[in-house]
């Protein structure tokens, strides 16, 4: 068991183009979570699956964002033509739902769109 | 809706000394409480978990404490070392059973210990 990985560590897009991120969860979670975090601020969540069923969407998740866990194991999530606000950390946690449901993190993707 | 806020936002001190950070939250309808270390650039290391049954835990130089009736949380690092410089972020997590377990996060203290 390595952690969370997300792949990759950063990213310098031009604005319009689209970006994907992917996040590989510890291996026996069922929980996987996505939260942004931009500049001087605390994360904030955007999406959440159980196994590959997406179960909430944050407003922050415009149409232009999409996520997946298409086998209930790794994640990706997608931006479409990319804006300079969606400059951030996009980060990745997973947990299993169970007695503590400790959500481990992984160590981010640094998006900056010029 | 669930907010939560870190106060303060920046705080400088010498080496040695003992500290406080404050974290308060909304709704008292949380799962656990949770802080973190974040270094500059870096993802999130969990420093301590608190249940909502519970009242305070505590890991080497670290003491966290919760009054959930109150909203608040405390942050306690005893004798403060050059290594402690990072930001603490405060995390509440939503009930699993309604609101999906998600975390929500104050804005963080920067803090900074001098040599």
């Known amino acids: 068991d390595t952690g969370v990985s997300q792949d990759p560590r950063h990213k310098i897009t031009k604005r319009g183009q689209n970006v994907t991120f992917r996040c590989d969860p510890i291996?026996?979670?069922?929980?996987l979570y996505w939260y942004r975090q931009t500049l001087g601020q605390g994360p904030e969540f955007l999406t959440y699956f159980q196994n590959e069923a997406q179960l909430e969407k944050s407003r922050l998740l415009s149409d232009r964002f999409s996520a997946e866990r298409p086998k209930g194991s790794f994640s990706t999530l997608e931006i479409q033509r990319t804006e300079q606000g969606d400059s951030a950390m996009y980060l990745c946690?997973?947990?299993?739902?169970?007695?503590?449901?400790?959500?481990?993190f992984g160590a981010g993707t640094r998006l900056s769109v010029l | 809706k669930q907010e939560v806020t870190q106060i303060p936002a920046a705080l400088s001190v010498p080496e040695g000394e003992n500290l406080v950070l404050n974290c308060s939250f909304t709704d008292s309808a949380i799962y656990n409480l949770q802080w973190f270390r974040q270094d500059p650039g870096k993802g999130l290391t969990s420093l301590l978990l608190i249940q909502s049954s519970q009242r305070e835990q505590t890991s080497g130089r670290l003491n966290a404490s919760l009054d959930k009736s109150s909203g608040r949380s405390t942050l306690y690092i005893a004798a403060s070392q050059p290594g402690d410089s990072a930001t603490y972020l405060c995390?509440?997590?939503?009930?699993?059973?309604?609101?999906?377990?998600?975390?929500?996060f104050g804005q963080g203290t920067e803090l900074s210990v001098k040599p």
């Open positions: 291996s026996e979670h069922n929980r």
């Open positions: 946690a997973s947990s299993l739902l169970g007695a503590t449901n400790i959500q481990y």
């Open positions: 995390a509440v997590q939503a009930p699993y059973y309604n609101q999906g377990g998600k975390l929500i």
